[in-house]
T-cell receptor, first 115, second 115 residues
Framework: DQQVKQNSPSLSVQEGRISILNCDYT??????FLWYKKYPAEGPTFLIS?????DKNEDGRFTVFLNKSAKHLSLHIVPSQPGDSAVYFC??????????????FGTGTRLQVTL | DAGITQSPRHKVTETGTPVTLRCHQT?????MYWYRQDPGHGLRLIHY???????DKGEVSDGYSVSRSKTEDFLLTLESATSSQTSVYFC??????????????FGDGTRLSIL
């Protein structure tokens, strides 16, 4: 039972254009969402997060949008650069759920930014 | 970069042998986590720790045990390795648990192959 879903395994975008990565979740208790970026042979690197009290959060070229009614979030990268080529993981957690904030990850989307 | 070191980085072993993976942090963070990454599953939580000698199970804890005798070290043990435990293992740390929504930061992983 995949509670966090990334239905697009891969995405190819031209340099300079917008990349949009999507994520859906089924657990209505999730109230904190994160995006991680992963290069081969390295660990995931935190990119940006959003709590359920917001519907948008921006950090430079990266913006995350949250639609709670649709249980959907998306990551926008504008403009896309070749160095953005990586696997992107969406993750979700329930704050105040116990002893630690346990993350539930999606299966990842491989983004390739072409010249 | 968060000061997280995983050792070994690569290991090949045989079915039935015990295996211990080590995660060492220099950040003095209270929370530590072990995940495994497999194709089609993203990252899944194995065990986590919320303090010295305080640990709990994650989503896929069967066949694994953990120990944390010092703040800086979190050990993951496969008592009798099976081929289904072939995976890439990631350690993560975070400063806060449920009260701050702080992101987890990951080490570079251990690639474990069980023949």
């Amino acid at each position: 039972d995949q509670q966090v879903k990334q239905n697009s395994p891969s995405l190819s975008v031209q340099e300079g254009r917008i990349s949009i990565l999507n994520c859906d979740y089924t657990n209505s208790m999730f109230d904190y969402f994160l995006w991680y970026k992963k290069y081969p042979a390295e660990g995931p690197t935190f990119l940006i997060s959003i709590s359920s009290i917001k519907d948008k959060n921006e950090d430079g070229r990266f913006t995350v949008f949250l639609n709670k009614s649709a249980k959907h979030l998306s990551l926008h990268i504008v403009p896309s650069q070749p160095g953005d080529s990586a696997v992107y993981f969406c993750a979700a957690s329930v704050l105040y759920s116990g002893t630690a904030s346990k993350l539930t990850f999606g299966t990842g989307t491989r983004l390739q930014v072409t010249l | 970069d968060a000061g997280i070191t995983q050792s070994p980085r690569h290991k090949v072993t045989e079915t039935g042998t015990p295996v211990t993976l080590r995660c060492h942090q220099t950040e003095n963070h209270r929370y530590m986590y072990w995940y495994r990454q497999d194709p089609g599953h993203g990252l899944r939580l194995i065990h986590y720790s919320y303090g010295v000698k305080d640990t709990d199970k994650g989503e896929v804890s069967d066949g694994y045990s953990v120990s944390r005798s010092k703040t800086e070290d979190f050990l993951l043990t496969l008592e009798s390795a099976t081929s289904s435990q072939t995976s890439v293992y990631f350690c993560a740390i975070s400063e806060t648990g449920t009260d701050g929504g702080q992101p987890q930061h990951f080490g570079d992983g251990t690639r474990l192959s069980i023949l």
